[in-house]
């Protein structure tokens, strides 16, 4: 229960301050400053949470970990159900300090799909676009996570500042995409309370599913099964 504990709070404060600088400060902050909070935020989770759950606070890594046969499909399952619920309560959260500031311009973000920084197609572009940077960006930073947490490499304590930055730079690639997922749970929990962001919703699923089955099958021809 620890763990699925820690996934829940990891990933609710992914949501809360990772989407939070978008909402709050996205303008100002611009493509680079929101990826370079995502990454900040993760590696701060890393080193808070990783030896209590391993930091996946990303169904997509609790998947790929499972491919790998790093964690048993139970767990797997726990984890993401915790994943999704810390989601949720962060966005909430975020969603409720919002409104708690009526006419404040947080941001300069006023579009009702994105101003919970939800995960929809940007201008120009289209489906299949986004469907192909979530794969590849997720299949990254997947193959990044799988290296760096493998035993045999023996990374210790600079796994989790390799991972962060690897989010940091994903995002920054992605956010002029569709505001970058390679996360189910960080698009679902915002989606929640912004509707209009479930059309978009299958691509931030699919798209990570595929990347972190291609990171496992990758991973493996060149490294093999972790012992």
Not at 48 to 54: E, V, W, Y
Not at 154 to 176: D, K, M, R, S, T
């Amino acid at each position: 229960m620890k763990k699925l504990i820690a996934e829940g709070l990891g990933t609710m404060f992914l949501v809360l301050l990772a989407c939070g600088s978008a909402v709050l400060a996205g303008p100002s902050i611009g493509t680079l400053g929101i990826g370079l909070c995502f990454g900040l935020v993760l590696v701060c989770l890393c080193y808070c949470i990783g030896n209590i759950s391993g930091c996946h606070v990303n169904p997509a890594v609790s998947l790929a970990m499972y491919l790998a046969g790093r964690m048993s499909g139970k767990d797997c399952i726990g984890y993401i159900v915790f994943q999704l619920l810390g989601a949720t309560i962060g966005a909430g959260l975020l969603f409720w300090f919002m409104n708690s500031g009526v006419g404040y311009n947080f941001g300069g973000i006023t579009s009702p799909d994105e101003y919970l920084a939800t995960n929809v197609l940007q201008p120009g572009a289209t489906s299949g676009m986004a469907l192909l940077a979530e794969g590849l960006l997720t299949f990254f930073f997947i193959f990044i996570i799988l290296g760096v947490t493998d035993a045999r490499k023996g990374f210790g304590n600079f796994a989790g500042l390799a991972i962060g930055l690897a989010l940091g730079l994903v995002n920054i690639v992605g956010i002029p995409v569709d505001n970058c997922s390679v996360n189910p749970a960080r698009s679902f929990g915002p989606a929640i309370f912004c509707p209009a962001a479930w059309g978009d919703f299958w691509i931030m699923v699919v798209g990570p599913v595929i990347g972190a089955v291609l990171a496992v099958v990758c991973w493996v021809a060149v490294a093999g099964k972790s012992k």
